[in-house]
């Protein structure tokens, strides 16, 4: 019969496996930055969908908005779980293995259904840490499992019961390698915090702008506004490290600015080229704008507000002098492109090479030294980050990235509403009258009033939060009392133009999602 390892040791090799495991998907995602990592979107997700009971225990016990005790608890619960696994090898490895594929899968899920731009790279950590895992479980394993005596070993002084190596050697080698898996957990952490650290951007010194007072007081009126207090509503102004973030990059570039030049040509009587400092000095344009990616599904998460400082690039294609035959603006960094129609610019929209985000420069993974916002465009056709070059073209003569890919080549930003408030199948007290609460943008248009209709009640009109202008997403919310059990809410924005969001449900591709978001509630 063969024999087994301690049930200690095996469990000890299996928590070393899975800590390491994980510790190394970790790493990965500080260095690839899919935005957010592993243990960050699994944990989310618990928080989401937890009962009320649990996350409100949590929050009393540990504090789940504490980033140590998200991390200590993480790594309590996945040596748990591998010691379990440990005791699992005893019998048939296969299923221990099975067990870190299980847990890096759940990750993987977590990460990409939180964000849709970074499978590759979720992919690519998930597989890596799943690789580790195995080795690193099978050799410890392989060291502390008993070899059974062969001829050739009858006079050798192993015994049968005895494991190939000293137990001394194993629990050595168990600790560092455990030891080393938790340190690249919190390595890459650590990584991922540092995600907008430059060290040009660092000395940057922006111009005073006409526009700073006044928009610094709207945005203060929108945050002290009732609406802005709501419980779990996107605050009108997202700070940067909460951004979404969607592009293609599998490392996020770290340019420095001192060797970096943006260059305006193609069809223009002067191409021009202008150096990191001469940009900034000309940066005295400050705009809150909303961002949004095609392929934010309704409801979704990928759509931001912040408030962007630059220089108009009408200004800069003015002085480049625009030939009458361009009929397309191209923008290139160095493995992206995009472009949209010279027409877009003709309303005069908000339309900015920008620098600054939020009053810093901006973060690497927005772009750093310098990137495209263009208001009332999806960014796939827009907002180039990392921005090296604007080429004037035509609309024939060009395709950027994503199209033929599936994605349109004219793309503005259909009207949404999203709800934050409830989330989904949150429970209330019926005692009181619940908040309904969420944003709402038509960028470059304007959000002029928003709907909610409870079940099949009346349209109800909500509160509207300060207005940032007509580029910004606006906050809203209902106040609401209903009968006890289920509902469904759904809402609709009405721009300034007076346009009602449509109800028909597309799907992102080719061209954007529209409909109207629902949730359901519960009513105690
Ligand atoms: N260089 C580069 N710029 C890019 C992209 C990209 O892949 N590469 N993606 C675009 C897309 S699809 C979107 S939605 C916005 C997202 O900008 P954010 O990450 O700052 O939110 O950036 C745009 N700019
Ligand atoms: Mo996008």
Redesign the pocket.
């Known amino acids: 019969m063969a024999k087994k390892p301690l049930l200690l040791d095996a469990r000890l090799a299996g928590a070393t496996a899975a800590i390491v495991s994980m510790g190394a998907a970790e790493l990965l995602a500080g260095a690839l930055r899919p935005n957010p990592g592993p243990v960050e979107a699994v944990s989310t997700r618990v928080v989401a969908y937890a009962p009320t009971w649990f996350v409100e225990l949590g929050k009393t016990l540990f504090g789940f908005s504490d980033k140590i005790a998200l991390l200590v608890g993480t790594a309590v619960l996945t040596t748990l779980i591998g010691a379990l696994l440990g005791k699992l090898a005893r019998e048939r490895m296969g299923f221990a293995l099975a067990g870190i594929v299980a847990m890096q899968a759940i990750g993987f899920v977590a990460m990409v259904s939180d964000d849709n ?1 970074h499978a590759g790279a979720s992919m690519f950590l998930t597989i890596a840490g799943t690789l580790l895992g195995f080795v690193v479980f099978i050799v410890l394993m392989g060291l502390i499992t008993p070899v059974p005596k062969t001829s050739q070993d009858k006079d050798s002084d192993i015994s049968p019961t005895n494991p190939p190596v000293r137990r001394r050697t194993f629990l050595a080698a168990t600790g560092v390698v455990a030891a080393s898996g938790a340190l690249m957990g919190v390595g890459g952490n650590r990584l991922r915090d540092r995600g907008g650290d430059n060290a040009t951007a660092a000395k940057v010194t922006f111009p005073p702008s006409p526009d700073a007072e006044k928009i610094d007081s709207l945005v203060d009126k929108a945050n002290s506004s009732p609406v802005a207090a709501t419980e779990q509503i996107t605050p009108a102004v997202v700070p940067n490290e909460d ?7 599998l490392f996020v570039p770290n340019i420095n600015a001192d060797d970096w030049s943006l260059t305006i040509d193609g069809l223009v009587d002067n191409p021009m080229t202008l150096t990191y400092d001469e940009l900034v000095k000309r940066s005295t344009t400050i705009a809150p704008v909303t ?5 934010n599904e309704v409801g979704g998460p ?1 759509v ?1 507000n912040a408030v962007w400082q630059g220089v108009p690039l009408q200004e800069l294609l003015e002085e480049a002098g625009v030939k009458p035959e361009a009929s397309q603006v191209a923008s290139y ?4 492109s ?1 472009g949209f129609p010279t027409a877009a610019l003709d309303d005069n929209r908000t339309a900015l090479v920008a620098v600054g985000m939020n009053g810093e420069p901006l973060p690497n ?3 750093f030294p310098a ?1 495209l916002v263009v208001s009332g465009l ?3 056709v827009s ?5 090296r070059r604007i080429e004037l073209t035509t609309l024939e003569d060009f395709d950027g ?2 199209i033929d890919k599936g994605w349109a080549k004219i793309a503005p930003v259909k009207t949404q509403a999203r709800i934050d408030k409830p989330l989904p199948l949150e429970e209330f007290d019926s005692s009181q009258p619940i908040d309904i609460a969420g944003v709402a943008w038509a960028p470059s248009i304007g959000i002029e009033r928003v709907e909610v209709q409870v079940d099949s009640g009346p349209w109800l009109e909500a509160e509207l939060g300060e207005s940032l202008g007509p580029d910004a997403w606006r906050q809203w919310r209902v106040k609401w009392e209903g009968d006890k059990g289920e509902h469904t809410v759904q809402v609709r924005a009405t721009t300034s133009n007076g346009e009602v969001q449509t109800d028909e449900r597309t799907a992102p591709a080719p061209n954007g999602a529209s409909g109207r978001h629902t949730r359901r509630f519960i009513s105690l």
């Open positions: 731009g951004y979404y973030r969607i592009d293609t990059s961002l949004s990616c095609v392929s990928l931001g960094a160095d493995n992206w995009c993974l927005h772009g990137r999806y960014g796939y907002a180039t980050k990392w921005l990235f994503w």
